[in-house]
Structures are given as C-alpha cells and as structure tokens.
C-alpha cells in the first residue's frame, strides 16, 4: 500500500475512534485500543492536532477539533435533501416518541448521518433504551434501514455476524423482492432482543433514493406497526414532494 494512502487510512481509524461514547482519550488508552505503538502514535496525533481535526485537552488527552464542523457543514450544504428530511426525522421523533434517523448507503456501508431522540421520554411510552442510539455505521443484514437500503441497491446481504437467533432468519432471496415491492424493511429482535425497526425510502423529485427514514421501537410497539409505517410514509412523502414529486409508487 502506497504510504500516503496508509498514512490516510491510519488517520481515519483515529478519527473513527471518537463518538459519543468515547468523546476523548489518552495517548496510551488509544494506543491500546488501536495495537499501536505510543511512539508512532504521538506523531500521528500531533499531525492531526496541527490540522484542527483533533485538540488537545488537559491531562494529556485528545478530542474532535472544531475544524470537523467546518466540514460536516459543507457535507450537509452540498445535500440539498437533508435538511427537509432532518426535519421530518425530528418531527417524526416527536409524534412517536422514538429514536428516529436517516441513514445513506455508502459502498456497502450503512451510514446514520441524522438522529433523534427528542420526542423520547423515559417515561413515555417510548421510553425504553433501544439499540443504535449511538452507532454511526449500522449493521446491514440486522437494521430496517440497512435492509432497505441493501434491496432497492439490488445487494447482496451479509449474514454475519448472528446478533440474536432473529437476526437472517429469513432468506434474503425472500426478504429483498418484498421490501422492494413494499418499499418497507421491518426487523424484529434481529440485533438486540427487545428492538425492533421499521424503515421507508426518503426519494428525490426525480424518484431517486436518496436515503431511508427510519425508526427505532422496543418491540413491544410493533403492535402499532400499521399507523407507525403511515407516519413514516407521509413523512417520505413530504421529503419528496418538497423536492419536485408529484406522484409516488
């Protein structure tokens, strides 16, 4: 691998290793973390130090530099979608009481690039913790997003690893052609016991995919699964109509 593209990955896989579990670290703990040597280590974390993409905080530790935000905002504004479907995902959150969230197809990687937990409460009916409330990159095989994704793209699904016994339960040669049809993913139990999604198609006026809107639930509000897809669709819907469609499948 050439040493400017390994020098590059090498940084990524730094970066990657700030999220909102982990928001700073120290040179040795990320050393651990990473199977690095501290030495070579410091050097690449001063380098991104320099470049504002990491600040050093006190005691030696490291975290996200206001730089990012710099280019998350060029990301968003170069997305003429996003912010219609942030706000149906928030209003959404609201009307529900649910983790709601947009994800994006990345290569074969299910991205959320937006979430939202406002419209849950501890003690609402939504309450209980459910799984990915953090997770940027989410499993594809496991997820109603990643589903949806996987099949409108026309992809072959992963069938590892096996969170639960749910998780490919069901072939995916018999899985794909109805969330197709459908334009619904719906899993149960697939990556934790208890959670469950259901996710729908966010499209462009030109009826392009652009990303899936989806929601997050204890299973136990499955039993709401008819009026929760109708909420999500007219939200797609309002996405895409605000982007020039005037008809939909």
Known sequence: MPRTLATVEQAVRVLECFDADHT??????????????????HEQLGTLAQSGLLIRSGRGRYRLGWRLLKLSSALYGSLPWYSLAHAEMERLA??????????????EQVICIARSVQGRGGAGPGGAVVEGETRFELPPHATASGKLLYALAGLPLPG????????????????APRIRAERLAVTRDEWAKGTSSLAVPLRGGDGEVLAALGV??????LRERDALVRRLRDAADEVAWALGARSFP
């Open 24 to 41: 700073q670290w120290s040179l040795s703990d990320l050393a651990r973390h990473l199977d690095l040597p501290t030495s070579t280590l």
């Open 94 to 107: 609201r009307g529900t009481h649910l983790l709601a969230f947009v994800s994006v197809l990345q290569g």
């Open 160 to 175: 590892a690893p096996l969170f639960t016994a749910h998780t490919c339960a069901e072939a995916w040669a018999e899985q």
């Open 216 to 221: 997050s639930l204890p299973t136990s509000r």
